[in-house]
């Protein structure tokens, strides 16, 4: 065997080392290289800058605790920048296992910006339906969710005064981590009932939103820790995804490298086998 | 008996499929009135899936069990772990935390159900790596070129990319708006128009296969 085949067919268990220290390593010693603001994440910062005060904002939080690392920091950063804006917050989530995660997130963002239940924000929690809750508010949203997650009835809360269905919202977000997610948010709620859509994913379903994203469809996307890291550079309250962003630029390279490394082995091995092919 | 079976479900399938594609179209009240009252009924539905999908997997892995079958202990674990969040749940009736203060449903929640799918996730950045060192090889021109464009994506989403070479973000940037949403819009249109087409074989009752494959 020779020296390109064998390192082609290296330990994996090498490739996990590297790529354990490439995350660890950062992580102990961050070093805090800027982050470049991209117009798809501005377009989402922009437009919750130029709602008033009291605006109706919708967050849907579309994902469980396997996505947390890179949406949970997205939804830090929104609630944040939604109530220093003063907005009424409205958290609902469609995927059942995301419940009790969206519960304390928002709690936790409400409470360190001393923000009131009832008043400045609600948790509406989840539904059974999927993509028919979707449509279920757009017709009334005291239907979908009689009560909130903590059992008071949504009728008469006066973070929701004048608001009877999805017609009613200023700003919705749905931060999605597949389906149902923004792109639910968009066939069975924008489309139909002419609120205007931001998008927040993980970095894998990120460039299947683009073309909703192109076409105005959606005003903005917010795309893995790097959207999370620009948005919490945005609005200047640097989090877990700006410290994650030396980790993700480590790994990042070490793949690429090991992409480079790969290939220059098998464009040896290649060469080798063609050479004694001829001489043979 | 084939009636019931066969032509009640069709009609039904074609009535409701022919009212809620015009319905969309027609933007009179009693029009909205219908489509709440269905939207509350998926809702309805929905919950009923729920416990029929629960159902579903207690019978498979029961069977499993009891057949002794290869991978049973994991059947016996998800069995004890379904059990016990269940009975969890209704002893604290479906909340996580009362005052502040974490129930039993909370504390699996939080310190079984997180962390596991957290593992589960981060896992895949060592496979991913594993995996594109083995096979991420420019065989062919078409993977040359398939492996240029995420070299230049993976360097231009993050800081650490910008910052040695600059012009990889909006290199990248132009790679994601441009090549790769004209291409995934044009898989969008003809999913659609595949959608469509479908719609209309399961409406008009020649697409059957939703109506399962028993005796008549």
Known sequence: ?280 | MIFLRRQVPLLITMITGLVFAAQYYIPHPASEQVLTSATKWLQIIGGFALVLGVTSLFHQHAAKIRRKEAGWGYSLVLYAGMLGTIAMGLWANGKESIDGAATAFGWIYNFMMVPLQGTMFAILAFFIASAAYRSFRARSREAAVLLIAAVIVMMGRVPLGEYLIPISGDLSQWILNVLNASVRRAILIGVSLGAIALSFKIIFGVERSYLGGGKE
Request: net charge positive.
């Open chain 1, 1 to 280: 065997m020779t020296f390109s085949e064998r390192m082609l067919k290296i330990d994996r268990r090498i490739i996990f080392a590297v790529i354990g220290v490439c995350t660890l390593l950062p992580l102990l010693y961050p070093v805090g290289l800027p982050i470049k603001i991209s117009p798809e994440v501005r377009g989402v910062y922009d437009y919750m800058e130029a709602l008033p005060e009291r605006s109706v904002f919708l967050l849907s939080i579309d994902f469980d605790p396997a996505s947390k690392p890179e949406l949970h920091p997205q939804a830090i950063a929104l609630l944040r920048h939604a109530f220093r804006k003063n907005f009424r917050v409205v958290a609902m989530t469609l995927w059942v296992s995301g419940t009790g995660m969206a519960d304390q997130l928002l709690t936790q963002v409400a409470q360190e910006m001393g923000k009131e239940k009832g008043k400045d924000y609600v948790f509406l929690g989840w539904s059974p339906g999927g993509t028919a809750v979707i449509i279920n508010m757009g017709q009334d949203l005291y239907q979908s969710f009689p009560s909130d997650y903590s059992g008071n009835p949504t009728k008469g809360q006066p973070v929701l005064d004048g608001v009877q269905s999805l017609k009613d919202v200023n700003y919705a977000i749905s931060l999605a981590a597949g389906n149902p997610g923004v792109e639910a948010w968009y066939v069975f709620g924008k489309d139909k009932y002419k609120f205007e859509l931001g998008g927040g994913c993980t970095g894998v379903i990120a460039p299947g939103l683009y073309p909703l994203l192109r076409s105005g469809q959606i005003n903005g996307l917010i795309g893995g820790l790097r959207g999370a890291a620009e948005y919490e550079s945005l609005i200047g309250k640097k989090g877990r995804a700006v410290a994650g962003m030396d980790a993700q630029s480590a790994t990042h390279m070490a793949i690429i490298m090991l992409v480079i490394i790969c290939n220059l082995f098998y464009f040896s091995q290649r060469r080798a086998s063609k050479q004694q092919h001829q001489i043979g």
